[in-house]
Nanobody, 122 residues
Framework: QVQLVESGGGLVQPGGSLRLSCAAS????????MGWYRQAPGKQRELVAT???????KYADSVKGRFTVSRDNAKNTVYLQMNSLKPEDTAVYYC????????????????WGQGTQVTVSS
């Protein structure tokens, strides 16, 4: 199996910063795109940022210039540095990864983490 485990969420004041981490583990052959999504109460889950194995990134317009996604391929880990946080960034943040598992190296499987709460409030 493959697991994604997020960490780094919490409560922060507006204008503050947080860094989220997500480590993938298990029978992994390779990982293509990794990324972050978020879901606020009463809203649909939305893309925040993604990064491919070669380092190409994509961001939601609402976080451009404030958030930075990065990854360590050797550690199968993706990060999200969040600066200048706003109350509207409050949500559960989910890690996502497109994985080729050892038992199915020709098939891309999509996995989600369990989510980590980010609350921006004074």
């Amino acid at each position: 199996q493959v697991q994604l485990v997020e960490s780094g969420g919490g409560l922060v004041q507006p204008g503050g910063s947080l860094r989220l981490s997500c480590a993938a583990s298990g029978s992994i052959s390779s990982i293509n795109t990794m990324g972050w999504y978020r879901q606020a109460p009463g809203k649909q889950r939305e893309l925040v940022a993604t990064i491919t194995s070669s380092g190409s990134t994509k961001y939601a317009d609402s976080v451009k210039g404030r958030f930075t996604v990065s990854r360590d391929n050797a550690k199968n880990t993706v990060y999200l540095q969040m600066n200048s946080l706003k109350p509207e960034d409050t949500a559960v943040y989910y890690c996502n990864a497109d994985v080729r598992a050892v038992w199915a190296p020709m098939t891309t499987l999509n996995y989600w983490g369990q989510g980590t709460q980010v609350t921006v409030s004074s």
